[in-house]
């Protein structure tokens, strides 16, 4: 029962680098989404996906893009990664209809 | 527009103490309530959830939270805590009807526990 997988698990990065931070949950869940957790901020919304195919912005997207490849897996691409990137990267899941989400073990991201 | 609001950053309590943790939210009709932990570097786990139905509701770890539409609030309870809830415990509103499904944090309350 994995539910939601996401690698890598911890990642240092330098100014200007690129990444990708892989998501795939094995439940069906149709909707995904991707958060940073940074201290004193809570949680907050990066990019969303409602189903395969479709994407949307959340209320912090600058800086980030999203792919969702299939129903499993929703990636998330840093394409010039900047020290105010540095936060831990939550992916999660649900199937809709709020029932709550499963989330991801996260992604811990430090850019120098 | 939904919100949750967390108003105390950091508790802390003996262990064996009661605890309560309070959570606000704005919404305009009944929404669907969670309430999540996340202990130190891992991801988050749901505690409990409310949809319908009985106003007081039974997690796991031995939580508690009761919703109260007259102060639009969903606090979490228990009645004597242990070293190991501590954590960091984060409240959540959804919209019914929602096909989406997306939920709305509050930023956190940080639960330090004295032995």
């Known amino acids: 029962n994995a539910g939601v997988t996401q690698t890598p698990k911890f990642q240092v990065l330098k100014t200007g680098q690129s990444m990708t931070l892989q998501c795939a949950q094995d439940?069906?869940?149709?909707?995904m989404y991707w958060y940073r957790q940074d201290p004193g901020m809570g949680l907050r919304l990066i990019y969303y996906?409602?189903?395969?195919?479709?994407?949307d912005k959340g209320e912090v997207p600058n800086g980030y893009n999203v792919s969702r490849l299939n129903k499993r897996e929703f990636s998330l691409r840093l394409e010039s990664a900047a020290p105010s990137q540095t936060s831990v990267y939550f992916c999660a899941s649900n199937e809709g209809g709020n029932y709550g989400y499963t989330f991801g073990s996260g992604t811990r991201l430090t850019v120098v | 527009a939904q919100s949750v609001t967390q108003p105390d950053i950091h508790i802390t309590v003996s262990e064996g103490a009661s605890l309560e943790l309070r959570c606000n939210y704005s919404?305009?009709?009944?929404?669907?309530l969670f309430w999540y932990v996340q202990s130190p570097g891992q991801g988050l786990q749901l505690l409990l959830k409310?949809?319908?139905?009985?106003?007081l509701v039974q997690g796991i770890k031995g939580f508690e939270a009761e919703f109260k539409r007259s102060q639009s609030s969903f606090n979490l309870r228990k009645p004597s805590v242990h070293w190991s809830d501590a954590a960091e415990y984060f409240c959540?509103?959804?919209?019914?009807?929602?096909?989406?499904?997306?939920?709305?944090f509050g930023r956190g309350t940080q639960l330090t526990v004295w032995p």
């Open positions: 439940m069906n869940h149709n909707s």
């Open positions: 959540a509103v959804g919209a019914r009807g929602s096909t989406l499904g997306r939920l709305y």
């Open positions: 409310y949809f319908s139905g009985d106003t």
């Open positions: 919404y305009g009709a009944t929404p669907y």
């Open positions: 996906s409602a189903s395969e195919g479709t994407t």
